[in-house]
């Protein structure tokens, strides 16, 4: 069975620019979720998704960071303009129901800003 | 906000010794999960622990979960330098609208061969 898929691996870019990130999770995994992981820290839900619907975005910071999952597959995360104090992780993970029994995380993206 | 709270931040031991993490949480719970996350690379689940139960066992792990004091335990037996990485406890809160795991802020654990 194949993993959580994310990518890039890793991205650096100057504060103020753009930067997507793509996650594909295990087939037929309903839920999908972006956390933050911050060096250091545990990981950080920004956003829920149940199928292609947001069940929680209350952790996203909605003036910078964006997600959508529009055909209840893979889903993508945005960050316009970023922030030095958005470098982190960004780890996404799926699993099969609404109720996380059981998360699975894909590598993440390594995101430093400068 | 994190949830919980692990208990040593680092621990350092020599293979084949017994490593023993703990965990403190805020509110009540519905299960406690246990991850592990080697440098650079994604969450692996452990173990899932129901509010209702106090211990369960997996191989080599060992998790005790105390819901009167809000605290979790996870033992590693005979530990190998394989077992070295971060781990963290995540909690799924009673009741909310969406069974989120928020995440502690981890102990890393080195085993040194």
């Known amino acids: 069975e194949a993993g959580v898929a994310q990518s890039p691996r890793y991205k650096i870019i100057e504060k103020r620019q753009s930067v997507a990130f793509w996650c594909n999770p295990i087939?037929?995994?309903?839920?999908l979720y972006w956390y933050q992981q911050i060096l250091g820290q545990g990981p950080k839900l920004l956003i829920q998704?149940?199928?292609?619907?947001?069940?929680?975005d209350s952790q996203l910071p909605k003036d910078r960071f964006s997600a959508e999952r529009l055909k209840g597959v893979d889903s993508t995360l945005k960050i316009q303009p970023a922030k030095l104090e958005d470098s982190a992780v960004y780890l996404c993970?799926?699993?099969?129901?609404?109720?996380?029994?059981?998360?699975?995380f894909g590598p993440g993206t390594r995101l430093t800003v400068t | 906000s994190q949830q919980g709270e692990e208990d040593p931040q680092a621990l350092s031991i020599q293979e084949g010794e017994n490593a023993t993490m703990n965990c403190s949480y805020k509110t009540s719970i519905n299960n406690l999960q246990w991850y592990r996350q080697n440098s650079g690379r994604g969450l692996v689940h452990l173990i899932l622990i129901r509010s209702n139960e106090r211990e369960k066992h997996s191989g080599r792990l060992r998790v005790t979960l105390d819901t009167s004091k809000k605290s979790s335990s996870l033992l590693i037996t005979a530990s190998r330098a394989a077992d070295t990485a971060s781990y963290f406890c995540a909690t799924v809160r009673l009741g909310g609208s969406a069974r989120q795991l928020t995440f502690g802020s981890g102990t890393q654990l080195t085993v040194l061969p």
């Open positions: 998704f149940q199928n292609n619907g947001v069940v929680d």
């Open positions: 087939s037929g995994h309903a839920t």
């Open positions: 993970a799926s699993s099969l129901s609404y109720s996380p029994y059981e998360q699975y």
